[in-house]
């Protein structure tokens, strides 16, 4: 059964440094999402993507964070300077369509220091 | 304010009884998903429901629109069923994100 993966599971990082998470989505899914989930507190969306385009950011989703599509299969997340509240698991998530069923990966673990 | 509430947050079983968690939100939704996370953390869709009922295996999911409550059923509980359960909605509001519950933590003992 195809299913979302992400790289890497775990990374640890200085503050002030940059990383890319990544993420393969299902391969005949066209809506993508970052969504967040800090220790203890409840999963929070960061951004909806579709058509080479960002369709929808929250708050959190600062000018630090931004997000590609760059070769058809990979979907990635970049936090240009991390800080300490970066720390957090993220999970990538992807859906048919627009308001379909969404399917996401195991996530990654960021932990900056 | 678009919120979502689950209850109970904790909930501890004997294995073989019979489970409800439940979930409430503040305005209209055009999707309600139910999750289960497990401890490693990874995210599983259980279901997507906007009227009615579902059921997969022992899992049932019920949702009503105008009351804006749903519930998770798990039928002769097991230890394996033991994990977070999380409601998610995805509000009228021309918007495609999932607004989380907090989730229900539930320990199934033997």
């Known amino acids: 059964e195809p299913e979302v993966t992400q790289t890497p599971s775990h990374q640890v990082t200085q503050m002030g440094q940059e990383v890319i998470l990544r993420c393969v989505p299902i391969?005949?899914?066209?809506?993508f999402y970052w969504y967040r989930q800090i220790l203890g507190q409840k999963v929070e969306f960061l951004v909806s993507?579709?058509?080479?385009?960002?369709?929808?950011k929250s708050e959190i989703f600062d000018d630090q964070f931004s997000v590609e599509r760059p070769d058809g299969s990979n979907f990635t997340l970049k936090i240009r300077s991390t800080k300490l509240e970066d720390s957090a698991m993220y999970f990538c998530?992807?859906?048919?369509?627009?308001?379909?069923?969404?399917?996401f990966g195991p996530g990654t673990r960021l932990t900056v220091l | 304010k678009n919120e979502v509430e689950q209850s109970p947050q904790n909930l501890t079983a004997q294995e073989g009884e019979f489970i409800t968690i439940n979930c409430s939100y503040s305005?209209?939704?055009?999707?309600l998903h139910w999750l289960q996370q497990h401890p490693g953390g990874g995210i599983v869709s259980l279901f997507m429901?906007?009227?009615g009922k579902k059921k997969h295996g022992r899992l049932i999911a019920t949702i009503n629109i105008q009351e804006k409550h749903s519930s998770l059923h798990i039928t002769a509980s097991h230890p394996r069923d033991s994990a977070v359960y999380i409601c998610?909605?995805?509000?009228?509001?021309?918007?495609?994100?999932?607004?989380f519950g907090t989730g229900t933590r539930l320990q199934v003992f033997p």
């Open positions: 429901l906007s009227s």
């Open positions: 391969s005949n899914h066209l809506y």
């Open positions: 998530a992807s859906g048919r369509g627009r308001g379909n069923e969404q399917f």
């Open positions: 998610a909605v995805r509000f009228k509001d021309n918007t495609d994100k999932l607004i």
């Open positions: 305005v209209g939704i055009s999707a």
């Open positions: 993507f579709y058509n080479n385009e960002i369709s929808e």
